[in-house]
């Protein structure tokens, strides 16, 4: 089976910082691109966040950049998401995505592009 775990998750307060995970198995790892989305109540899913699967490329929402760190493990079979200087804003719920294709380039990323995998998502809360 293919599968795709996010843990990490939890309450923070302004300003600090979480590491997200998203543990992949039953893919090549290295061959699928891996995306972070999030989507809060009332709100549309918004594209967090990509990496190509050779990890040489990455891509960020404007409303992350400079703050978060997308990062894979291929030993571990394992994408990171580092968050730092949270804000309320972004609360949400996160969750994982893969494609066996290369949707993640330098150039950027579509994130309405049909993702073949997802997590279960992992609750991301940032209030004081």
């Known amino acids: 089976q293919v599968q795709l775990v996010e843990s990490g998750g939890g309450l923070v307060q302004p300003g600090g910082s979480l590491r997200l995970s998203c543990a992949a198995s039953?893919?090549?790892?290295?061959?699928?691109?891996i995306a972070w989305f999030r989507q809060a109540p009332g709100k549309e899913r918004e594209g967090v966040s990509c990496i190509h699967g050779g990890g040489r490329a990455t891509n960020y929402a404007v409303s992350v950049k400079g703050r978060f760190t997308i990062s894979r493990d291929t030993a571990q079979n394992t994408v990171y998401l580092q968050m730092t200087n949270l804000e309320p804003e972004d609360t949400a719920v996160y969750y994982c995505?893969?494609?066996?294709?290369?949707?993640?380039?330098?150039?950027?990323?579509?994130?309405?592009?049909?993702?073949?995998?997802w997590g279960q998502g992992v609750q991301v809360t940032v209030s004081s």
């Open positions: 995505a893969a494609a066996p294709n290369y949707f993640c380039l330098a150039n950027g990323w579509n994130p309405s592009l049909p993702f073949t995998y």
């Open positions: 039953g893919i090549i790892f290295d061959h699928y691109d």
